[in-house]
């Protein structure tokens, strides 16, 4: 006696006494029965347009996804000051970054200063470099004045760059001043 698995209402593959497998199809006159494998075959054409359609698809998604990464190309820059030093019109008390993105490489400089001038990192050329995945770039940034390094997750969210370093890579010279990184802030692109 054969096994019947019902798949739709008037679709069901049966199992022979020989072991093959027949694909039955209801209809309200007449019941038809075919070897599993003759369908396979009779679909073939259509299974072979899906899958060319199916890797014409992956194709074109994967070029096209690198083209809708974040762009962190640009200068970044966020005002430290508090809103009374604003009003007094003190100088300085910005940090900045200045990136460059080529493919999924990041180079550029930053700079920190606090408000006033009293305290400067002017980074320079080349010290700020790392990588991006999608929206995020990880970035190693190098004080110019104690030589420390950080690393840091720049994340692009709309016209924003959400920065926070995440830890210290290598400490500065002994004895000298501290790194003046930014340790976190939302930066506005410079236009």
Not at 113 to 139: P, Q
Request: with cysteine.
């Amino acid at each position: 006696m054969a096994a019947k698995y019902h798949v739709r209402p008037n679709l069901a593959v049966k199992r022979t006494h020989t072991g093959g497998l027949l694909l039955c199809v209801s209809q309200p006159r007449a019941r038809r029965c075919a070897p599993l494998t003759f369908c396979v075959r009779l679909l073939m054409p259509y299974i072979r347009r899906a899958a060319l359609l199916g890797a014409f698809g992956f194709a074109l998604c994967s070029s096209i996804l690198p083209a809708l990464a974040a762009n962190f190309t640009g200068t970044w820059y966020i005002d430290l000051r508090t809103n009374e030093q604003r009003q007094q019109k003190f100088e300085c008390g910005r940090a900045f970054f200045k990136l460059l993105q080529v493919g999924d490489r990041v180079i550029g400089e930053h700079s920190f200063a606090t408000a006033s001038c009293g305290r400067m990192n002017e980074g320079g050329d080349g010290t700020v470099k790392g990588v991006v995945v999608g929206a995020t770039a990880v970035l190693a940034v190098t004080s110019g004045r104690n030589g420390a390094i950080v690393l840091g997750k720049a994340t692009r969210r709309g016209s924003k760059l959400h920065w926070v370093t995440l830890e210290e890579l290598s400490a500065g010279e002994p004895g000298g001043d501290s790194p003046l990184i930014l340790g976190k802030g939302v930066l506005s692109k410079e236009k």
